[in-house]
């Protein structure tokens, strides 16, 4: 790999093909072909995501030195393109996309564009396709060809849908670990992912590292986050993951700083910068996602929550629990700016109603999708934890401690989505959820904290990646407590897999054996089962 940046040995990084030769020459709309001449631009691989009935968008980045630190002593010119050029305008690529993986049958080719605003990044938003089945695709470049990914169409709403499996992903810290539970999820070959959030972390660890993030440093640039996204896309099983399963994602804070609310730091930062450094995440996030173009951020402020329908069957509502947040219960030096436990009689805030967690208008227009929704099983993916788990103070007088950066913490804004729910009435409402790194199974009453109240719907949560769990002991001497946990499980790393059929929905809670071994094994912890039509859950 040349270590002089963008203009190596032969001046410059790339230069046109003398003679146009190869797949490239015989693309249409593929106006310049190029000699990648130091490896291929295709090392973060490809990505399919936001499926529709008529298409969905393909996603790859230009990059064909992804760690690469432009000019080290001067942040100011290093802007983490990975070794393409910043001045040379966008660039075309072609792209293929066939009915059969060895790309025999193409049913669609032309040009993509590859945005040197957004590091090389490609968005392609492709429509006009079959409903209901998988296409494959990959991108081509001069003579570099890219890995052939998997893409699929939705079923139309209206078509009778037997099933769909979905993995449920969250918390996957590179630092604490290998990404094997990626790597089963994948062999599982479900119809779609979601991820819920802390895909990657901003921070560094000195301590427990298995691998560590190539700076070592907190990311707060763009060119930094740029990296961070860069090295975690270099991952193989990310990488193979990508490739055969198309994917939903929100974020939860680590894609921008942890425990974050709105334009609330962890740190006190003046909202303005910190502002600035949320739209430098926002970006880098933006590059690195097969989201639509329709997400593309503006400034500090990005489109990632909406719904995805899966023909008659299922309604998934991705919610961005981060972007819109009200600030966290009594944020201060004193009590502290991001996670911490607050009790009501010390911070009446808490409980205040002009509290969100999604913010006003988000939460007006969930409450909307759930009133209009016809589909069996309304799913809501979000990102922190939604039932009540309320811990015991070191002093009684005070009551019960509710953790400010969960749903505890916005309290009114929990119980107005849940009488919501209860009152539009959508079909067997499940949320699924990250952020805890640990395997739950809850019950939401519609007083959340009153299991005689109705039950109005059910949580599971599908523990991390391989970031750690919280303390399994401490947890379980507040469970009597709190017998809307109906089960969980600190100690294990993993992923969830959703089997929904007409008549039932199972959560496999997977775990993987050894997060610090790069071929760990794969064993179910549990699995739950709601029936159509009848709350309760099954195994638990
Ligand atoms: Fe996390
Ligand atoms: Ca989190």
Redesign the pocket.
């Known amino acids: 790999m040349a270590a002089g940046g963008l203009l190596g040995a032969t001046g410059r990084y790339w230069a046109p093909m003398a003679n146009a030769v190869g797949i490239a020459g015989l693309l249409p709309g593929s106006s310049r072909q190029f000699v990648w001449r130091h490896g291929s631009p295709f090392r973060l691989g490809i990505a399919a995501g936001a499926p529709r009935s008529d298409g969905f968008t393909l996603w790859t980045r230009l990059a064909p030195e992804p760690l690469l630190a432009e000019a080290v002593d001067d942040p100011a010119a290093d802007f983490g393109l990975a070794g393409m050029p910043g001045d040379q305008g966008d660039i075309e690529i072609g792209y293929e996309i066939a009915h059969d993986p060895e790309m025999r049958q193409i049913v669609r080719s032309g040009a993509a564009r590859a945005e040197a605003a957004y590091a090389f990044s490609v968005h392609l938003d492709v429509t006009g396709l079959a409903p209901g089945r998988p296409y494959w695709f990959r991108f081509i470049s001069g003579d570099a060809v890219s890995p052939i990914g998997r893409a699929v169409t939705l079923p139309a709403a209206d078509v009778e849908t037997p099933g769909a499996r979905i993995g449920v992903a969250s ?1 996957a810290n590179f630092e604490r670990g290998y990404f094997s539970a990626y790597r089963h999820l994948a062999a599982e070959t479900p119809d779609l992912v979601v991820f819920l ?2 895909y990657i972390y901003e921070n560094a660890h000195h301590d427990g590292v298995v691998r560590q993030h190539s700076d070592g440093t907190a990311a707060t640039t763009l060119a930094q986050y740029r990296r961070r996204h860069a090295q975690y896309r270099l991952d193989p099983d990310l990488q193979a993951l990508h490739a055969y399963v198309p994917c939903l994602i929100t974020w ?3 894609e921008v700083q942890n425990d974050y609310a709105g334009n609330w730091s962890e740190t006190f930062d003046d909202p303005t910068r910190f502002r600035r450094r949320r739209a430098a995440a926002y970006q880098a996030f933006y590059e690195h996602m097969p989201l639509p173009t329709s997400s593309r951020p503006h400034g500090p402020d990005m489109r990632v929550y909406g719904t995805t329908g899966f023909g008659d069957l299922i309604n998934i509502q991705l919610l961005d629990g981060r972007q819109y947040r009200s600030r966290e219960a009594c944020y201060g030096p004193v009590d502290g700016g991001g996670g911490h436990m607050e009790t009501l009689r010390h911070c009446p805030e808490l409980a205040e109603p002009s509290r969100s967690l999604l913010g006003l208008e988000q939460e007006a227009w969930l409450y909307d999708q759930l009133q209009q929704s016809r589909a069996r099983w309304n799913i809501i993916a979000q ?1 922190v934890l939604m039932a009540p788990f309320l811990e015991a103070q070191p002093a009684p007088e005070h009551g019960f401690g509710y953790a400010t950066d969960r749903w505890d913490g916005y309290p009114a804004a929990r119980r107005r989505l849940l009488q919501h729910i209860h009152a539009a009435q959508p079909a067997n409402p499940v949320v699924v959820s990250g ?1 805890i790194h640990s395997f739950w199974a809850n019950d939401l009453h519609l007083d959340p904290r009153d299991t005689a109240s109705p039950l109005v719907a059910h949580e599971f949560v599908g523990t991390s990646i391989t970031s750690h769990g919280p303390d399994y002991a401490a947890l379980m001497r507040n469970m009597a407590d709190n017998p809307q946990i109906r089960f969980c499980d600190t100690r294990q790393r993993g992923y969830m897999l959703l089997e929904i059929e007409r008549q039932h929905l199972t959560a496999h809670f997977r775990a993987v054996s050894d997060v610090t071994d790069p071929q760990a094994s794969l064993a179910t912890l549990r699995s739950f089962v709601i029936e159509n039509g009848a709350l309760g859950l099954q195994g638990a």
Request: glycine residues 12%; hydrophobic residues 0%.
């Open positions: 918390c959030g802390d939860d804070d680590h990102d952020d």
